[in-house]
Protein backbone atom coordinates (compact mmCIF):
# COMPACT_ATOMS: atom_id res chain seq x y z
CA UNK A 1 0.00 0.00 0.00
CA UNK A 2 1.16 3.63 -0.63
CA UNK A 3 -0.13 6.54 0.05
CA UNK A 4 0.26 10.77 -0.30
CA UNK A 5 0.60 12.65 2.45
CA UNK A 6 -2.09 15.42 3.66
CA UNK A 7 -0.32 17.75 1.41
CA UNK A 8 -0.90 15.40 -1.47
CA UNK A 9 2.98 15.69 -2.48
CA UNK A 10 5.09 12.97 -1.08
CA UNK A 11 4.82 8.92 -1.61
CA UNK A 12 3.84 7.13 2.17
CA UNK A 13 7.14 4.88 2.31
CA UNK A 14 6.11 2.17 5.36
CA UNK A 15 7.55 3.27 8.55
CA UNK A 16 6.85 2.27 12.12
CA UNK A 17 3.10 3.64 13.20
CA UNK A 18 2.59 4.91 9.64
CA UNK A 19 4.63 5.99 6.67
CA UNK A 20 7.27 8.84 5.90
CA UNK A 21 6.22 11.12 3.60
CA UNK A 22 8.64 10.60 0.99
CA UNK A 23 9.56 14.43 -0.17
CA UNK A 24 8.50 16.40 2.93
CA UNK A 25 9.57 13.39 5.49
CA UNK A 26 6.66 13.94 7.62
CA UNK A 27 5.22 10.82 9.64
CA UNK A 28 2.33 10.44 8.28
CA UNK A 29 -0.51 8.34 10.49
CA UNK A 30 -3.20 6.01 8.24
CA UNK A 31 -6.59 7.38 10.87
CA UNK A 32 -4.20 10.93 11.52
CA UNK A 33 -6.94 14.04 10.74
CA UNK A 34 -6.13 14.72 6.46
CA UNK A 35 -3.29 12.62 5.81
CA UNK A 36 -4.71 10.43 2.98
CA UNK A 37 -5.63 12.29 -0.65
CA UNK A 38 -5.63 10.45 -3.41
CA UNK A 39 -3.82 13.26 -5.47
CA UNK A 40 -1.40 11.06 -6.96
CA UNK A 41 -1.61 11.57 -10.45
CA UNK A 42 -1.36 14.89 -10.91
CA UNK A 43 1.11 15.55 -7.83
CA UNK A 44 3.68 12.54 -9.68
CA UNK A 45 3.45 13.97 -12.52
CA UNK A 46 4.18 17.50 -11.53
CA UNK A 47 7.46 16.02 -9.44
CA UNK A 48 8.24 14.04 -12.38
CA UNK A 49 8.39 17.02 -14.59
CA UNK A 50 10.67 19.23 -11.86
CA UNK A 51 12.11 16.27 -10.44
CA UNK A 52 15.86 16.39 -11.81
CA UNK A 53 15.97 19.88 -10.64
CA UNK A 54 14.99 20.16 -7.37
CA UNK A 55 18.85 19.99 -7.03
CA UNK A 56 19.36 23.37 -8.51
CA UNK A 57 20.29 26.20 -6.22
CA UNK A 58 20.05 29.27 -7.57
CA UNK A 59 22.83 32.36 -6.91
CA UNK A 60 22.50 35.20 -4.62
CA UNK A 61 24.20 38.40 -5.56
CA UNK A 62 26.60 40.41 -3.29
CA UNK A 63 24.75 43.28 -2.22
CA UNK A 64 21.59 43.35 -0.21
CA UNK A 65 19.45 44.52 -3.13
CA UNK A 66 19.65 45.40 -6.69
CA UNK A 67 21.65 49.24 -6.99
CA UNK A 68 19.06 50.14 -9.43
CA UNK A 69 16.37 50.01 -6.63
CA UNK A 70 15.65 51.54 -3.80
CA UNK A 71 17.22 54.42 -2.96
CA UNK A 72 20.77 54.10 -4.15
CA UNK A 73 22.75 56.99 -5.98
CA UNK A 74 22.44 54.74 -8.71
CA UNK A 75 18.15 54.55 -8.92
CA UNK A 76 18.06 58.09 -8.18
CA UNK A 77 20.07 58.90 -11.39
CA UNK A 78 17.71 56.23 -13.38
CA UNK A 79 14.63 57.76 -11.89
CA UNK A 80 16.07 61.24 -12.76
CA UNK A 81 16.68 60.23 -16.28
CA UNK A 82 12.52 58.30 -17.10
CA UNK A 83 11.28 61.59 -15.04
CA UNK A 84 12.14 63.15 -17.86
CA UNK A 85 8.79 63.18 -20.27
CA UNK A 86 10.44 63.16 -23.90
CA UNK A 87 12.67 60.16 -22.37
CA UNK A 88 10.49 58.31 -20.55
CA UNK A 89 7.87 58.11 -23.06
CA UNK A 90 10.64 56.95 -25.94
CA UNK A 91 11.88 54.32 -23.30
CA UNK A 92 8.48 53.33 -22.61
CA UNK A 93 8.28 52.85 -26.26
CA UNK A 94 11.22 50.69 -26.80
CA UNK A 95 10.38 48.71 -23.48
CA UNK A 96 7.02 47.14 -25.50
CA UNK A 97 8.90 46.59 -28.42
CA UNK A 98 12.12 44.89 -26.99
CA UNK A 99 9.34 42.48 -25.54
CA UNK A 100 7.61 41.63 -28.23
CA UNK A 101 10.89 41.41 -30.71
CA UNK A 102 12.55 38.69 -27.92
CA UNK A 103 9.73 37.04 -27.64
CA UNK A 104 9.25 36.42 -31.62
CA UNK A 105 12.54 35.23 -31.33
CA UNK A 106 11.59 33.07 -28.95
CA UNK A 107 9.04 31.38 -30.63
CA UNK A 108 6.37 33.46 -29.42
CA UNK A 109 3.54 34.96 -31.67
CA UNK A 110 2.82 37.65 -29.79
CA UNK A 111 0.87 39.38 -32.26
CA UNK A 112 -1.29 36.51 -33.87
CA UNK A 113 -2.00 35.84 -30.09
CA UNK A 114 -3.31 39.11 -29.36
CA UNK A 115 -5.54 38.94 -32.93
CA UNK A 116 -6.66 35.88 -31.79
CA UNK A 117 -7.66 36.73 -28.74
CA UNK A 118 -9.26 40.11 -30.49
CA UNK A 119 -11.30 37.91 -32.31
CA UNK A 120 -12.99 35.72 -30.09
CA UNK A 121 -15.70 36.25 -28.12
CA UNK A 122 -13.72 37.09 -24.47
CA UNK A 123 -15.56 39.99 -24.09
CA UNK A 124 -18.34 38.55 -23.25
CA UNK A 125 -17.30 37.24 -19.92
CA UNK A 126 -16.48 40.86 -18.23
CA UNK A 127 -20.40 40.83 -17.79
CA UNK A 128 -20.57 38.31 -15.58
CA UNK A 129 -17.37 38.93 -13.86
CA UNK A 130 -17.33 42.83 -13.18
CA UNK A 131 -18.39 43.64 -9.63
CA UNK A 132 -19.35 47.17 -10.09
CA UNK A 133 -19.33 47.76 -6.42
CA UNK A 134 -15.62 47.81 -7.18
CA UNK A 135 -13.70 50.74 -6.24
CA UNK A 136 -10.22 51.05 -7.93
CA UNK A 137 -6.95 52.98 -5.29
CA UNK A 138 -5.42 55.38 -7.11
CA UNK A 139 -2.61 53.85 -7.74
CA UNK A 140 -4.41 51.27 -10.15
CA UNK A 141 -5.68 53.93 -12.38
CA UNK A 142 -2.15 55.40 -13.42
CA UNK A 143 -0.40 54.98 -16.53
CA UNK A 144 1.48 51.15 -15.62
CA UNK A 145 3.37 48.71 -17.87
CA UNK A 146 3.39 51.02 -20.82
CA UNK A 147 -0.39 51.16 -21.08
CA UNK A 148 -2.42 54.62 -20.65
CA UNK A 149 -5.12 52.69 -18.77
CA UNK A 150 -2.36 50.50 -17.05
CA UNK A 151 -4.41 46.94 -16.25
CA UNK A 152 -7.82 48.24 -17.22
CA UNK A 153 -8.22 47.63 -20.83
CA UNK A 154 -8.36 45.01 -23.24
CA UNK A 155 -5.05 45.72 -24.64
CA UNK A 156 -3.33 45.03 -21.56
CA UNK A 157 -5.46 41.94 -21.11
CA UNK A 158 -4.25 40.73 -24.57
CA UNK A 159 -0.99 40.85 -24.02
CA UNK A 160 -0.24 38.86 -20.71
CA UNK A 161 -0.20 35.64 -22.41
CA UNK A 162 2.46 36.51 -24.72
CA UNK A 163 4.20 38.92 -21.55
CA UNK A 164 4.41 35.32 -19.31
CA UNK A 165 5.55 32.93 -21.26
CA UNK A 166 8.31 35.66 -22.71
CA UNK A 167 9.18 36.11 -19.02
CA UNK A 168 9.48 32.44 -18.41
CA UNK A 169 11.80 31.96 -21.34
CA UNK A 170 13.59 35.02 -20.04
CA UNK A 171 13.95 34.13 -16.68
CA UNK A 172 15.38 30.41 -17.50
CA UNK A 173 17.19 30.69 -21.20
CA UNK A 174 18.22 27.20 -20.96
CA UNK A 175 15.25 25.73 -20.79
CA UNK A 176 14.21 23.95 -24.32
CA UNK A 177 11.21 26.18 -24.36
CA UNK A 178 9.10 28.54 -22.33
CA UNK A 179 6.73 25.97 -21.27
CA UNK A 180 9.29 23.67 -19.83
CA UNK A 181 10.70 26.98 -18.24
CA UNK A 182 7.50 27.63 -16.89
CA UNK A 183 7.05 24.56 -15.72
CA UNK A 184 10.63 24.53 -14.25
CA UNK A 185 10.24 28.19 -11.80
CA UNK A 186 6.00 26.84 -10.75
CA UNK A 187 7.26 23.60 -9.79
CA UNK A 188 9.83 25.06 -7.92
CA UNK A 189 7.34 27.35 -6.23
CA UNK A 190 4.49 25.08 -5.63
CA UNK A 191 7.14 22.58 -4.06
CA UNK A 192 8.54 25.42 -1.57
CA UNK A 193 4.34 26.14 -0.42
CA UNK A 194 3.62 22.27 -0.27
CA UNK A 195 7.21 21.43 1.65
CA UNK A 196 6.15 24.60 4.27
CA UNK A 197 2.26 23.75 4.37
CA UNK A 198 3.52 20.03 5.21
CA UNK A 199 5.89 20.82 7.96
CA UNK A 200 3.90 24.05 9.66
CA UNK A 201 0.14 23.58 9.02
CA UNK A 202 -0.40 20.52 11.72
CA UNK A 203 -1.71 18.69 9.40
CA UNK A 204 -4.08 21.11 8.43
CA UNK A 205 -5.74 19.37 4.89
CA UNK A 206 -5.51 21.78 1.91
CA UNK A 207 -9.09 22.59 0.69
CA UNK A 208 -9.38 26.31 -0.56
CA UNK A 209 -7.24 28.35 -1.63
CA UNK A 210 -7.12 31.60 -2.89
CA UNK A 211 -4.42 33.47 -5.92
CA UNK A 212 -4.54 37.15 -5.02
CA UNK A 213 -3.92 39.16 -8.07
CA UNK A 214 -4.34 36.34 -10.39
CA UNK A 215 -4.32 38.26 -13.69
CA UNK A 216 -5.08 35.55 -16.39
CA UNK A 217 -4.75 32.75 -13.93
CA UNK A 218 -1.38 31.07 -15.47
CA UNK A 219 -1.26 30.50 -11.16
CA UNK A 220 -4.06 29.55 -10.41
CA UNK A 221 -4.50 26.64 -12.82
CA UNK A 222 -1.17 25.48 -11.59
CA UNK A 223 -2.78 25.40 -8.57
CA UNK A 224 -6.07 23.76 -9.12
CA UNK A 225 -3.89 20.82 -11.44
CA UNK A 226 -1.68 20.15 -8.10
CA UNK A 227 -4.43 20.73 -5.35
CA UNK A 228 -6.88 18.92 -7.31
CA UNK A 229 -9.21 17.87 -4.38
CA UNK A 230 -9.44 22.03 -3.19
CA UNK A 231 -11.16 24.93 -4.63
CA UNK A 232 -9.10 27.72 -6.21
CA UNK A 233 -10.39 31.05 -5.74
CA UNK A 234 -8.65 33.46 -8.07
CA UNK A 235 -8.83 37.42 -7.26
CA UNK A 236 -8.16 40.44 -9.42
CA UNK A 237 -8.47 43.81 -9.87
CA UNK A 238 -8.66 44.33 -13.24
CA UNK A 239 -12.18 42.67 -14.99
CA UNK A 240 -10.20 42.75 -18.16
CA UNK A 241 -7.81 40.37 -16.62
CA UNK A 242 -11.17 37.88 -14.97
CA UNK A 243 -12.60 38.01 -18.03
CA UNK A 244 -9.17 36.27 -20.36
CA UNK A 245 -8.72 34.18 -17.22
CA UNK A 246 -12.40 32.84 -17.21
CA UNK A 247 -12.18 32.43 -21.41
CA UNK A 248 -8.87 30.15 -21.17
CA UNK A 249 -9.74 28.28 -18.40
CA UNK A 250 -13.86 26.94 -20.68
CA UNK A 251 -11.44 26.85 -23.71
CA UNK A 252 -8.31 24.46 -22.58
CA UNK A 253 -8.70 21.50 -23.78
CA UNK A 254 -6.76 19.85 -20.79
CA UNK A 255 -9.70 21.30 -18.70
CA UNK A 256 -11.96 18.61 -16.80
CA UNK A 257 -15.56 19.57 -15.74
CA UNK A 258 -14.35 18.96 -12.17
CA UNK A 259 -11.31 21.27 -12.58
CA UNK A 260 -13.53 23.97 -14.22
CA UNK A 261 -15.94 23.56 -11.64
CA UNK A 262 -12.67 23.67 -8.66
CA UNK A 263 -11.97 27.94 -10.00
CA UNK A 264 -14.00 30.74 -9.46
CA UNK A 265 -12.91 34.26 -10.33
CA UNK A 266 -13.76 36.71 -8.09
CA UNK A 267 -13.24 40.98 -8.78
CA UNK A 268 -11.52 42.08 -6.03
CA UNK A 269 -9.07 44.08 -3.80
CA UNK A 270 -6.58 41.88 -2.45
CA UNK A 271 -6.32 44.92 0.23
CA UNK A 272 -9.66 44.37 1.53
CA UNK A 273 -11.64 41.31 -0.20
CA UNK A 274 -15.07 41.10 1.74
CA UNK A 275 -14.52 37.29 1.73
CA UNK A 276 -15.06 35.57 4.86
CA UNK A 277 -12.03 35.54 7.47
CA UNK A 278 -10.43 31.94 8.27
CA UNK A 279 -11.79 30.58 4.68
CA UNK A 280 -8.44 29.97 2.98
CA UNK A 281 -5.83 26.99 3.92
CA UNK A 282 -3.06 28.53 1.65
CA UNK A 283 -3.39 32.26 0.37
CA UNK A 284 -0.51 32.73 -2.67
CA UNK A 285 0.55 35.86 -3.75
CA UNK A 286 2.53 36.00 -7.18
CA UNK A 287 3.91 38.87 -8.91
CA UNK A 288 1.94 41.00 -7.15
CA UNK A 289 3.96 43.18 -4.64
CA UNK A 290 6.16 44.46 -7.30
CA UNK A 291 3.25 46.27 -8.56
CA UNK A 292 2.11 47.86 -5.42
CA UNK A 293 3.02 50.96 -3.44
CA UNK A 294 4.16 50.07 0.07
CA UNK A 295 0.83 50.89 1.97
CA UNK A 296 -0.78 48.80 -0.52
CA UNK A 297 1.57 45.83 -0.23
CA UNK A 298 0.62 46.07 3.90
CA UNK A 299 -2.96 46.04 3.23
CA UNK A 300 -2.65 42.68 1.29
CA UNK A 301 -0.28 40.92 3.58
CA UNK A 302 -3.01 41.68 6.57
CA UNK A 303 -5.81 40.87 4.34
CA UNK A 304 -4.55 37.21 3.48
CA UNK A 305 -3.56 36.73 7.56
CA UNK A 306 -7.24 37.50 8.28
CA UNK A 307 -8.51 35.28 5.25
CA UNK A 308 -6.06 31.94 6.69
CA UNK A 309 -7.18 29.90 8.82
CA UNK A 310 -5.46 29.21 11.61
CA UNK A 311 -2.12 26.70 10.87
CA UNK A 312 -2.90 28.49 7.46
CA UNK A 313 0.41 28.91 4.75
CA UNK A 314 0.80 32.28 2.64
CA UNK A 315 3.09 32.24 0.21
CA UNK A 316 4.59 35.43 -1.60
CA UNK A 317 7.13 34.85 -4.69
CA UNK A 318 7.99 38.01 -6.86
CA UNK A 319 11.71 39.15 -8.09
CA UNK A 320 14.20 38.51 -5.80
CA UNK A 321 16.43 41.67 -4.11
CA UNK A 322 19.15 39.30 -3.68
CA UNK A 323 19.39 37.46 -6.81
CA UNK A 324 22.60 37.67 -8.74
CA UNK A 325 20.99 37.82 -12.12
CA UNK A 326 18.61 40.60 -10.84
CA UNK A 327 21.85 42.86 -9.62
CA UNK A 328 24.21 42.16 -12.17
CA UNK A 329 21.32 43.10 -15.05
CA UNK A 330 22.54 45.53 -17.63
CA UNK A 331 22.17 49.32 -16.64
CA UNK A 332 20.09 49.69 -19.70
CA UNK A 333 18.03 46.63 -19.27
CA UNK A 334 16.81 47.90 -15.89
CA UNK A 335 16.33 51.64 -16.76
CA UNK A 336 13.79 49.86 -19.11
CA UNK A 337 12.34 47.80 -16.69
CA UNK A 338 11.63 50.82 -14.12
CA UNK A 339 10.31 53.08 -16.97
CA UNK A 340 7.41 50.20 -16.97
CA UNK A 341 7.24 49.12 -13.40
CA UNK A 342 7.01 52.07 -10.95
CA UNK A 343 6.67 50.81 -7.95
CA UNK A 344 9.68 49.09 -7.86
CA UNK A 345 11.49 51.12 -5.68
CA UNK A 346 9.10 51.00 -3.11
CA UNK A 347 8.92 47.09 -3.64
CA UNK A 348 12.69 46.89 -3.24
CA UNK A 349 12.76 48.73 0.19
CA UNK A 350 9.91 47.03 1.64
CA UNK A 351 11.46 44.80 4.28
CA UNK A 352 8.87 41.53 3.60
CA UNK A 353 9.97 39.51 6.95
CA UNK A 354 9.47 42.36 8.83
CA UNK A 355 6.38 42.95 7.56
CA UNK A 356 4.79 39.11 8.11
CA UNK A 357 6.15 39.09 11.53
CA UNK A 358 3.87 42.62 12.29
CA UNK A 359 1.28 40.88 10.99
CA UNK A 360 1.54 37.33 12.78
CA UNK A 361 3.00 35.18 10.43
CA UNK A 362 5.53 32.19 12.15
CA UNK A 363 7.73 29.93 10.51
CA UNK A 364 9.14 32.63 7.62
CA UNK A 365 11.09 30.87 5.54
CA UNK A 366 12.49 32.42 1.92
CA UNK A 367 14.12 30.54 -1.27
CA UNK A 368 15.37 31.30 -4.22
CA UNK A 369 12.61 29.24 -6.75
CA UNK A 370 14.33 30.82 -9.89
CA UNK A 371 17.21 32.64 -10.84
CA UNK A 372 15.21 35.72 -10.48
CA UNK A 373 12.37 35.15 -7.77
CA UNK A 374 11.85 33.49 -4.20
CA UNK A 375 9.16 32.31 -2.67
CA UNK A 376 8.42 33.19 1.07
CA UNK A 377 6.24 31.15 2.83
CA UNK A 378 5.00 31.75 6.16
CA UNK A 379 2.00 30.35 8.44
CA UNK A 380 -1.10 32.22 10.28
CA UNK A 381 -0.84 31.32 13.96
CA UNK A 382 -2.55 28.58 15.14
C1 LIG B 1 1.97 40.30 -12.46
S1 LIG B 1 0.32 40.07 -12.24
C2 LIG B 1 0.17 38.60 -11.29
C3 LIG B 1 0.45 37.36 -12.03
C4 LIG B 1 -0.21 36.12 -11.50
N1 LIG B 1 -0.30 36.09 -10.07
C5 LIG B 1 0.55 34.90 -11.97
O1 LIG B 1 1.21 34.26 -11.16
O2 LIG B 1 0.51 34.62 -13.18
C6 LIG B 1 -0.19 41.23 -11.01
C7 LIG B 1 -1.69 41.26 -10.92
O3 LIG B 1 -2.06 41.91 -9.72
C8 LIG B 1 -3.24 42.63 -9.94
N2 LIG B 1 -3.39 43.62 -8.88
C9 LIG B 1 -2.63 44.71 -8.61
N3 LIG B 1 -3.07 45.33 -7.49
C10 LIG B 1 -4.11 44.59 -7.04
C11 LIG B 1 -4.96 44.68 -5.93
N4 LIG B 1 -4.84 45.67 -5.02
N5 LIG B 1 -5.93 43.77 -5.76
C12 LIG B 1 -6.09 42.75 -6.65
N6 LIG B 1 -5.29 42.60 -7.73
C13 LIG B 1 -4.32 43.50 -7.91
C14 LIG B 1 -3.09 43.18 -11.33
O4 LIG B 1 -4.32 43.50 -11.91
C15 LIG B 1 -2.38 42.02 -12.04
O5 LIG B 1 -3.29 41.18 -12.63
Redesign the pocket.
Known sequence: MSALCGTGMGIGVPAAGGFTCSVCKIKVKPNGKGVWCTKRRVSLSIRAASSNRTVVEYETGKDERARFAGDDTLSKLVNLIISVKPIYSLLKLGAKNVMVRTAEQNGIAWKEMVEEMKASDVFAEKENLENAAVVY?DY?TKPFHAYENG?LSWEAAFDVEPA?RALWKRTLPSAKSWQEAGDMVRGKWVEAIQAHHCKFSSGLLVSDIL?????TA??TRFLANYYNNAQVTG????PY?LSVAQYLEKRDPACTESRRKSIRFVH????STNLPSKSFDIVTV???LH??PRD?SRN?LKEAYRLLRPGGTIAITDQSPKSKVIQELPPALFTLMKTTEPWLDEYYLLDLESELVNCGFTHIRSILTSPRHFTCTATAAM
Open positions: PYNTELGCSNSLDLSFGNAEAFLECAI
